[in-house]
């Protein structure tokens, strides 16, 4: 199995476990950076911050430069806080492209 196979599989497990259980904000899905970390430790055939940097790369999250974080606005603390933030539109558009079989 490829590389690329287990860190696009991985990728979509998460993000179809979090759309059960959160909200898709203006095509985000966003956690807290301890939670993010616990997902991506699971299965530890890479180190975190390699695929951290993967989905930096590959745009599966909206960060900013120097990191893998943006600030939001937290509704219920009433502050800016530092979340991970996932691409919902990146999910879609790999998930098709993944599951779609073709003939060439």
Do not use: A, C, S
């Not at 179809?16 to 807290?32: A, G, K, Q, V």
């Not at 997902?39 to 599966?60: A, G, S, V, W």
């Amino acid at each position: 199995m490829k590389l690329f196979d287990v860190v696009i599989k991985e990728y979509l497990t998460i993000i179809d476990y979090l759309t059960e259980i959160e909200e898709i904000e203006n095509n985000r899905i966003i956690i807290d950076k301890e939670y993010f970390k616990k997902l991506l430790e699971k299965n530890q055939y890479m180190k975190f911050n390699q695929k951290t940097k993967i989905y930096k790369d590959l745009n599966f999250l909206v960060h900013d430069k120097n990191n893998y974080t943006m600030p939001y606005k937290d509704p219920v603390q009433g502050k800016t806080v530092r979340k991970v933030i996932f691409n919902y539109n990146t999910y879609t558009t790999v998930k098709k492209l993944f599951e779609t079989d073709i003939n060439i």
